[in-house]
């Protein structure tokens, strides 16, 4: 542009020091190793909520809409619990369409029936039925659903074994 002076060129003659490259060992974008394992003293903040919600093993039996019976496609699963209890102690969960919406009383009484279903058919399995504890089941009272997933409602949950 007319009227206006150039820049100096920048080298290194003229007072500006170029940057220091890194060491060799510093890989660019590169995070250091930790001195000492970091080792958590609780639980993960992602994890599930155990105990209240929810089955650890991942075996889920699920009912349709108003059903009491153990139909067939529950039997594949009734052996994993079955099979599981053997070795130890399993968890399992009891599921329905989040679409079964009834009064607490009728829900409470329909899950009755269905745990009293299971238990016949996980002791005609070999599992001890004295071993099958019912360790979350809603309230009498709660009007609420519990999602279990896409189209599922959790309606308890169950140890089996030990």
Known sequence: MPGKAAAPARTPGNGIKPAAAPPPSAAVGAYAAPAAPVI???????????????AASGIQLVFEFGDTAVG???QTALDQVAAA??????????LARETELWDPA????????????????LGNRGVPTASLIVT?????????????GPGLQLLASVKAGG
């Not at 009728?106 to 058919?121: E, F, H, P, Y």
């Not at 979350?136 to 279990?148: E, G, L, V």
């Open 85 to 94: 209890s053997k070795q130890g102690v399993v968890t399992f969960s009891i």
């Open 106 to 121: 009728k829900r409470d009484a329909l899950l009755n029936q269905r745990l009293n279903a299971i238990m016949t058919a």
């Open 72 to 74: 067939g496609g529950m």
């Open 40 to 54: 958590s003293r609780g639980p993960s903040l992602n994890m599930a909520e155990q105990g209240v919600r929810g």
């Open 136 to 148: 979350w089941r809603p309230d009498k009272a709660d009007t609420s659903i519990n999602r279990a």
